[in-house]
Nanobody
């Protein structure tokens, strides 16, 4: 199973980006999918997570009201819509998936990881 994240890029502060993460390989249904990010010199941090049918979502306080996570199970894809981007949102963004439990915020709670996509917010 592979997770492929894409959609990152360079955007001005206040702008928007949408990240996508597609699962491929062995057909697999992930109970929970999430997004994390890691800025240079910092720990990888939780951003958002969504359960299997989208009925439960979790967000970090730093992105609440600006970012929206969603998923399309028919496409095995999870999305992260990022609006009102700030300089401090600059980071490598990773998607992750787990097969058990509900939405979770620790990196150790996730079983599969994508390769990351760079998001750079400029002033």
């Amino acid at each position: 199973v592979q997770l492929q994240a894409f959609g990152g890029g360079l955007v001005q502060a206040g702008g928007s980006l949408r990240l996508s993460c597609a699962a491929s390989g062995r057909t697999f249904f992930f109970n929970v999918m999430g997004w994390f990010r890691q800025a240079p010199g910092k720990e990888r941090e939780f951003i958002a997570a969504i359960n299997w049918n989208g009925s439960t979502t979790s967000y970090a306080d730093s992105v609440k009201g600006r970012f929206t996570i969603s998923r399309d199970n028919a496409k095995n894809t999870v999305y992260l819509q990022m609006n009102s981007l700030k300089l401090e949102d600059t980071a490598v963004y990773y998607c992750a998936a787990r097969n058990r439990g509900s939405t979770a915020i620790a990196t150790t709670d996730y079983d599969y990881w994508g390769q990351g996509t760079q998001v750079t917010v400029s002033s």
